[in-house]
DNA sequence: CGCTTCATGTAAAAAGTTACATGATTCA
DNA sequence: TGAATCATGTAACTTTTTACATGAAGCG
């Protein structure tokens, strides 16, 4: 399980509400780790009763009161303990590709169009990332030196990148493969 | 859901148990979709009570018998339909990166060795791939011209085999960024 | 005799998804 | 007035993981 620690890790970046975590998973740690505000709450409530974080009540001027959350000394080091706990084997969940296997028991052209507008998709999230990259750290506007943090999230960041050239490079092969397997291919 | 689609598409390639099936999910398949044998299981259940697979008890010397499914016609169209529907966004669990910044709150150094530990088995898995596809693909041995199903199989493999490289330079530059926050970095 | 492989499961717990629910404020 | 955003949750369901369980055959 790592909710919890994905949580610790955002919260010790900046404390927050769980509604703020929500909208930070939408972006930033949510490029590496999706939670829904639903599960979010559920784990922020179990979090507070094994004493890992405390929660502030926080007044605001027109809007609703919320509940900003801090990490205690006990929850920092139950992430350094998670963070010293060997890293487990990712369990791979790749849908588009049980489809292309399947497509060989269908019609592998009828992909063609879904495959690019998954590509779409994922050309969108690379310019996302490649906007958030000048803004933290490329552009005239970054820290300069970074500190640890920024040079740490600004790695995982260039994995996120990495990661989608790749598959945009992959998504051009495989609509090229299927493209190749149709009547006139 | 897709485990129920990815053992479709397995049975379709090749019947089997769900022994086998299990065996199917250390390798191949597996490669980009994970499950034990206890799901696969309980799912092979609830499909041959939704008539999308059936059992044949097969008799086997020296071994205890094995129930051998295969896909029924039902099963087929439900595989279809499923091809049908718009993929859905992945929802992403990179442990790893939530451990990279959380070493922000801890000591990065002390992640150096367990990413390197992780990136050795990232580059069995690639070696095993490319093994795969010299096997299967690219070597003597290999059918040409391929088939659509092999074709189909390829484009996935040269997806893993783009990733697990993607990794490797992702996971140098990690440790390498690791490094340079140590003490004489 | 003990280890591994083949073969099939049950049970309980943890995690994740989907649907439902409320109420205030701001902006067009 | 109606939609969007802020803010917090509950309930039901599905999926996944982990642990437990059994039994036969082959190998060294």
Redesign the interface.
């Given at each position: 399980m790592?909710l919890e620690?994905?949580i610790?890790?955002s919260l010790?970046?900046k404390p927050g509400s769980g509604y703020e975590l929500a909208r930070r998973f939408e972006r930033s740690?949510?490029?590496?780790?999706?939670a829904t505000h639903q599960q979010i709450y559920r784990v922020l409530k179990r979090m507070e009763g094994d004493g890992w974080i405390d929660a502030r009540e926080v007044e605001q001027q027109a809007r609703p009161d919320k509940k900003e959350y801090s990490v205690t000394a006990l929850g920092?080091s139950a992430?350094?303990a998670?963070?010293?706990e060997?890293?487990?084997?990712?369990?791979?969940?790749?849908?588009?590709?049980?489809?292309?296997?399947?497509?060989?028991?269908?019609d592998?052209v009828?992909?063609i169009r879904?495959?690019e507008?998954?590509r779409e998709?994922h050309a969108e999230r690379l310019a996302r990332y490649l906007a958030g990259e000048r803004r933290d750290f490329t552009g005239p506007d970054a820290p300069a030196p970074p500190d640890?943090?920024q040079?740490?999230?600004?790695?995982?960041l260039?994995?996120g990148i990495?990661?989608e050239?790749?598959t945009l490079?992959?998504l051009d092969?495989?609509i090229d493969?299927l493209h190749?397997?149709g009547p006139q291919g």
């Open positions: 790592a620690h994905a610790l890790v010790l970046e740690i949510g490029y590496f780790w999706t920092r992430l350094s998670w963070l010293h060997p890293i487990a084997p990712e369990s791979v969940r790749h849908e588009l590709a049980v489809k292309i296997r399947g497509a060989a028991f269908d592998p009828a992909l879904e495959v507008r998954y998709e640890a943090g040079q740490l999230q600004h790695v995982v260039r994995g990495a990661y050239r790749m490079a992959w092969d495989v493969t190749r397997l």
